[in-house]
């Protein structure tokens, strides 16, 4: 069936640090896909997407691109910021399904 | 404006007592979700509405949930006899015309324990 398995937690990096989040999937035909992020006391909000191979999403200094050779899906951001300190969900959908398949999701902190 | 608002945000019951959660999606969505997250998973699918109308319960884990959404707007998850095994965060999502086109708006959900 349909899975995204994601780099476990937690992760602590210090300000202005590189991160890489990594992210790979299982599914037929052509899903899109999502990273989700939850602040903390706040409602989980989409950060990016792509919806076929070789796109990449980009937000807020994030990016993660489409590869459907290694079929992954790695977020990345090149200076995190103590602001950045949430938890990070990967997902997929099927073209035409009505659901999201989600990691279990990553927990960043990110100390001064 | 607004955000998907859920209540209660914290629920506590008894094995065996019927629960109901309450979720008010964005104004003008017509597209709601509900999701079930557990201790150190991700959200699980449980059903989506599109206006008044069930279009995917392939999520519900058995016939002791059941959600409606009668006027196509606040939607309300109901659990029958509720088992330990129920507890979680139950999360509502909204919006604007199907995740596929539009972004989900995610509430801050409400944490089921069930004793």
């Known amino acids: 069936g349909d899975s995204v398995t994601q780099m476990e937690g937690p992760v602590t990096l210090s300000e202005e640090a590189f991160l890489t989040i990594n992210c790979t999937y299982t599914a037929t035909g052509y899903p899109s896909l999502f990273w989700y992020v939850q602040y903390p006391g706040e409602g989980l909000q989409l950060l990016l997407k792509?919806?076929?191979?070789?796109d990449k999403g980009s937000n807020k200094g994030f990016e993660a691109t489409y590869r459907k050779e290694t079929t992954s899906f790695h977020l990345e951001k090149g200076s995190v910021q103590v602001s950045d300190s949430a938890v990070y969900f990967c997902?997929?959908?099927?073209?035409?399904?009505?659901?999201?398949?989600f990691g279990t999701g990553t927990r960043l902190t990110v100390i001064p | 404006g607004a955000g998907v608002s859920q209540t209660p945000s914290n629920k506590v019951t008894e094995k065996g007592k019927y629960v109901e959660l309450r979720c008010d999606p964005i104004?003008?969505?017509?597209?709601l979700y509900w999701y079930r997250q557990s201790l150190g998973q991700g959200p699980e699918f449980l059903i989506y509405f599109q206006g008044t109308g069930a279009a995917d319960d392939s999520g519900l884990p058995n016939d002791r949930f059941f959600a409606v959404r009668p006027e196509g707007s606040v939607s309300t998850l109901k659990i029958q006899r509720t088992e330990r095994g129920d507890s979680a965060v139950y999360l509502c999502?909204?919006?604007?015309?199907?995740?596929?086109?539009?972004?989900?708006?995610f509430g801050n959900g409400t944490r089921l324990t069930v004793t």
């Open positions: 997902a997929l959908s099927k073209t035409g399904a009505n659901n999201l398949f």
């Open positions: 104004s003008g969505h017509t597209a």
């Open positions: 999502a909204s919006s604007l015309s199907g995740f596929t086109n539009s972004p989900l708006h």
């Open positions: 792509a919806t076929k191979a070789d």
